[in-house]
């Protein structure tokens, strides 16, 4: 203490300060120039998004603004959308941020440059409360681990038993004929009377789709088609409500508030756990029984044979849930969307489903696989709304993109360590320029229908580029549980069109015909989607 009590005698507070001052100065000019050399090195700069206030702020605030009323759609695209390539680059909070939805930069991030692009420390930081170490968060070894893991759990052997989807049915159709989640799995109901009753069907496919995945995964479902106020789903909706807006808040991010995050949270690992201390008290023997039994097995069960770690039974958890419930059930939400507006579609689709299954048989793995229109019309929707609309991907070293520098953005784009790059599917699929007017088929020359239509008559005489269409991602991490979704998803609309032949939309009275994409890392419609069912007529 006396060296630095002699000191401060003859140095003042003030000189400190300016030469913490100059100090801090020096630093910065020190890492502006280094960065613009290294720049310099790998190539000519890109389109610049210009910023209107000081550290790019205002970049920062018209994300979040966007996330909250449900426009990131609308502001990616204003962002990049004057760029050559659909790709640009700004600055916030003094770091450098890249925004692509052009195919080849996409490809670049996801498979040829693979050991390039990752998720990075700053995403593992941002998203570690919420999903831990799982597969969503992770790079390189512990990626790795999660995804051999997880991988076996979604074989075709695993998911052609359709069991788990068809059990929670007949709840599902009482619940339409209610209009509406049950009171209790007794409530009594006229199943008649939900001809042609609006409704939002919305809202009770994210509540099968719950009761589905947590059946799989967990062994017991949380039952909330019959329970109005499910605590769980409320705070899993929540924490991915928050998430969001800490995701788009850049390095602003620890000063978001997350109060209701931690507390939605901390509902959703109280239940997780109560399932995990479940398969923790069964001995490797029993465990190894209750895996070579269809009847009894759960995704939890097959994971606690591999590891007693509860944490990594958690995080895996977590995120195959949130990747199971959500995206199946936006997609057929959107699906539903589609169909009330396009009736043509709906007598099509209903017209196949029939030649194929008939009107009652239960159909079968081979069956949902044969069935082509059916799976247009998924693949239409997964076209115009993809799952996983926006992502990330950070720079592991310094290194280019393909795409996107120069005046005309023909040329490489540097990429500097550590920087993010955010890239759009959603965007990217709906690029007028990548599609052709017309194609070329046996009888002739057929026009297409504009990019921006619902048509799943395009997939019979139009197939997309590669790296154009990639609703489930691509190259090493393409999404494991890709055929499950797809499977559950032409389930549930073989046996809805086995029974109902007519879908009627009432959101042109809500959104004017142009649904909200609400984009809390899974799209979803923001208005839900308000439609009426017609049964077939009895004979």
Same mark, same amino acid.
């Given at each position: ?102 195919? /080849? ?20 930081? /941002? ?42 049915? /007949? ?6 004929? !209610? ?15 939900? !001809? ?6 919305? /809202? ?19 039952? %909330? ?107 057929? %939400? ?138 489930? !991602? ?64 009895? !004979?």
């Amino acid at each position: 203490m006396g060296l630095i009590e002699t000191t401060l005698d003859y140095v003042s507070i003030s000189s400190i300060l300016i030469f913490l001052s100059i100090a801090f100065i020096a630093r910065m000019t020190y890492l502006i120039i280094d960065e613009k050399t290294r720049l310099r090195r790998l190539g000519p700069r890109g389109y610049k998004v210009k910023s209107k206030v000081p550290l790019g702020l205002d970049v920062i605030h018209k994300q979040v603004k966007a996330t909250k009323s449900h426009k990131n759609y609308e502001t990616f695209l204003e962002l990049v959308g004057d760029s050559p390539d659909y790709t640009a680059e700004t600055r916030v909070i003094g770091r450098r941020v890249v925004m692509t939805a052009d195919p /080849e930069n996409i490809k670049a991030l996801l498979a040829t440059q693979f050991a390039d692009f990752g998720k990075g420390e700053q995403f593992h930081k /941002e998203w570690n409360e919420f999903l831990g170490d799982s597969i969503f968060a992770t790079d390189g070894h512990l990626w790795h681990a999660s995804r051999q893991l997880l991988r076996p759990q979604f074989s075709r052997e695993r998911i052609s038993h359709l069991h788990c989807f068809e059990s929670h049915l /007949e709840t599902f159709f009482k619940a339409i004929a !209610n209009g509406g989640v049950l009171d209790g799995q007794e409530q009594t109901v006229d199943i008649e009377a939900g !001809n042609g009753k609006p409704f939002d069907i919305s /809202e009770l496919l994210f509540r099968y789709t719950l009761d589905v995945a947590t059946d799989f995964l967990l062994g017991m479902d949380v039952q %909330s088609l019959t329970t109005p106020r499910q605590p769980f789903a409320d705070a899993f909706n929540e924490v991915q409500r928050v998430q969001n807006i800490i995701a788009r808040s850049g390095p602003l991010y620890p000063f978001v508030s997350k109060k209701t995050f931690r507390e939605g949270l901390k509902v959703v690992n109280e239940f997780c756990n109560i399932y995990i201390d479940r398969a923790l008290r069964l001995s490797p023997e029993e465990l190894a029984t209750k895996t070579k039994s269809d009847q009894d097995y759960t995704f939890l069960h097959e994971l606690a044979s591999f590891t007693r770690d509860r944490k990594v039974l958690r995080d895996q958890i977590l995120a195959v849930l949130l990747a199971g419930r959500d995206t199946t059930a936006a997609t057929l %939400s959107f699906t539903f969307y589609e169909l009330g507006r396009h009736p043509e579609v709906v007598r099509r689709m209903r017209r196949e489903i029939l030649d194929q299954v008939g009107p009652h048989r239960t159909p079968e793995y081979s069956d949902l696989k044969s069935m082509k229109y059916v799976q247009n019309v998924l693949n239409e929707t997964l076209r115009l709304y993809p799952a996983v609309p926006f992502n990330v991907r950070t720079a592991l070293r310094d290194t280019t993109l393909p795409r996107g520098g120069g005046p005309d953005g023909t040329l490489p784009l540097p990429v500097l360590k550590d920087t993010a790059v955010g890239y759009s599917t959603l965007v990217m699929q709906r690029r007028a320029d990548l599609y052709p007017t017309t194609t070329t088929t046996a009888s002739g020359s057929e026009k297409l229908a504009d990019p921006a239509v619902f048509s799943p008559e395009r997939w019979f005489a139009w197939q997309p580029k590669p790296w154009q269409y990639i609703p489930f !991602n691509g190259g090493p991490r393409i999404c494991i549980g890709q055929q499950f979704a797809l499977t559950e998803m032409a389930y549930v609309l073989t046996r809805m069109f086995q029974k109902f032949e007519r879908v009627e939309s009432f959101m042109h009275e809500i959104d004017g015909g142009h649904p909200k994409l609400k984009a809390e890392i899974v799209i979803q419609p923001g208005d839900g989607v308000k439609v009426a069912l017609w049964e077939v007529k009895k !004979n």
